[in-house]
């Protein structure tokens, strides 16, 4: 359903949605992968990111989010400096994803500290993003919403233990996507939730002994 | 919310309101949000469009290829042409201002797109300026414009990708001819004739950008767009009619964006990006583009 505010919105730093208001929401997305700002980034740019993105700001708006700045941020203009400014290691690449990528998307690998993360998305128009592919799993990242994505042992129960987790958090499950690469390999779960999670639901996750590792990403759109 | 301007301006008729109310209404109910709470968030983005119009005015903006910028405070400023004291060279060089800030990676409201944001805001503060009118009657407006914005998102396309400059512009052009049709005292049933002249005035209109960036014409086409909105404004509220129906002339735009070769949707292929001198500056400037960065 089209909302009013879908219209006359976003507010945000041109000069394109897709090119700059989405850029930075998934520089956004990248950064929760390694829960604050990345020490180093390589950012693949394809197809028209990479042929009109400067002229675009793209690269600017994919620095200034995993810098943790909004699409409506004003420093997005001088992020570059800012990330030299800062010594922060980010190097931009031209590449060429599989044929059906979305013309406008971008592989991000963030590393802080020893985490490490490879992140493939696509800004779909007017702002909009989505996440595809994390770490290797397949995804379905919108960022509408805030989503908790997790690895675990394929264990019987995981689902169950989970949601208690976020319902003793007081968090509302909107969606809830599972999968595997082999039975038996690892779980993948994507779990969009109402409300932000807390820190404290991401390290009671953390702390089940067949989690390998989850993430908040926080909700990025308008 | 509505997918036909027919049947809101039906409705808002039935029942004496506003079509700016019944577009409250509608979004209040279809979010679960009240009224209150929408309008403050058009009066964020009212707040948004002025600072830019105002940042814009000062000639010192330029985008990222030089390409554009300074426009406006010339319009502003700059030696007097026929139609200099009216509110519609104030409407043109507010565009211009809003469309410069855009290029320069300033920030703007996405209204309908951040290619075509330039017009709304420059025929809605412009003219309330001209007739000193309240921010709570230039929301309203807001939220006429977005009723018929998501009337032509549901109908037809909103993406210059999708159905060229028609679709961001063009539709930018009919949300600020209706909107700005109810502020200035019309019917609901004049709102929907000035959505329709504004739109038909800028059926086939292609998107190309010199070089796939948010620049020339773009920058041009939203002061462009402004003027067809004003046309349709000024026809619309003297009582003109236009006989074919509102939706009927969406649905046109959508049809023609359709069939519109893949050169005019925003690929830089074909228009004005594929002329010689199109060509030659879009070279030369993404190159001194890379250089700098």
């Known amino acids: 359903m089209v909302s009013l505010l879908d219209i006359i919105g976003p507010v945000m730093v041109g000069p394109s949605s897709s090119h700059t208001a989405g850029a930075c929401r998934l520089g956004l997305l990248a950064r929760c992968l390694v829960g604050d700002t990345p020490d180093r980034a390589l950012l693949e740019l394809h197809g028209s ?39 922060l290691d980010y190097r931009f690449e031209k590449t060429t994803l599989d044929d059906d990528a979305h013309p406008n998307s971008v592989r991000i690998t963030v590393e802080r500290g020893d985490r490490k993360s490879v992140m493939v998305g696509a800004s779909l128009g007017a702002g909009r993003v989505l996440v595809t592919e994390i770490d290797g799993y397949a995804v379905q990242v919108t960022g509408n919403l805030h989503t908790i994505v997790l690895v675990a042992a394929d264990v019987k129960g995981s689902v169950a233990r989970i949601a208690t987790i976020l319902s003793d958090g007081e968090l509302n499950i909107a969606t809830l996507k599972l999968s595997r690469k082999e039975r038996g390999g690892d779980a993948f779960m994507v779990i969009e939730v109402d409300e932000q999670p807390s820190e404290a639901v991401r390290d009671a996750i953390r702390g089940l002994t067949w989690v390998k590792w989850a993430f908040r990403l926080d909700k990025v759109s308008a | 919310m509505y997918r036909s301007l027919a049947e809101a301006i039906a409705d808002a008729e039935a029942q004496g309101i506003s079509l700016s109310q019944l577009a409250l209404e ?3 109910r279809d979010q679960g949000r009240p009224v209150s709470e929408i309008r403050e968030a058009l009066g964020r983005a009212l707040h948004v469009m002025n600072g830019a119009v105002e940042r814009g005015m000062t000639g010192d903006l330029f985008s990222a290829s030089g390409l554009v910028g300074g426009d406006a405070a010339k319009l502003r400023n700059g030696p007097p042409g026929p139609l200099a004291g009216t509110p519609f060279r104030d409407v043109l060089a507010r565009a211009l201002a809003v469309q410069e800030v855009n290029a320069a990676m300033g920030v703007i409201v996405a209204a309908p797109t951040a290619g075509g944001a330039g017009v709304l805001p420059a025929v809605l503060t412009g003219l309330a300026a001209a007739r000193n009118l309240t921010d709570d009657q230039v929301i309203d407006a807001l939220a006429t414009a977005a009723l018929i914005g998501a009337v032509v998102a549901e109908r037809a396309s909103l993406s210059g990708a999708e159905g060229g400059c028609q679709a961001e512009t063009g ?61 349709a404004i000024e026809m619309a509220l003297a009582g003109v009619t236009f006989a074919i129906p509102v939706d009927e002339v969406i649905d046109t735009m959508g049809e023609i964006g359709r069939n519109m070769d893949v050169r005019y949707r925003e690929t830089a292929g074909g228009g004005l990006a594929a002329t010689p001198t199109g060509r030659r500056l879009a070279k030369e400037r993404l190159v001194s583009i890379k250089r700098r960065s």
């Not at chain 1, 700001?57 to 800012?82: N, Q, S």
């Not at chain 2, 004739?193 to 950008?209: F, I, M, S």
């Open chain 1, 49 to 87: 990111f990479a042929r009109t993105g400067e002229g675009h700001g793209t690269d600017k708006a994919l620095v200034g989010g995993l810098m943790g700045f909004r699409p409506d941020d004003e420093r997005l203009r001088t992020a570059l400096d800012i990330m030299e400014h800062e010594g």
């Open chain 2, 171 to 231: 539709a930018a052009a009919g949300m600020a001819a209706g909107a700005a049709t109810e502020m200035l005292g019309g019917t609901p049933a004049q709102v929907g004739h000035a959505t329709a002249l504004a739109q038909q005035g800028t059926l086939g209109l292609v998107c190309d950008p010199l070089g796939g960036l948010v620049e020339l014409p773009c920058v041009f086409r939203n002061a462009t767009g402004a003027a067809i909105a004003l046309a």
């Open chain 2, 26 to 28: 509608t979004e209040a």
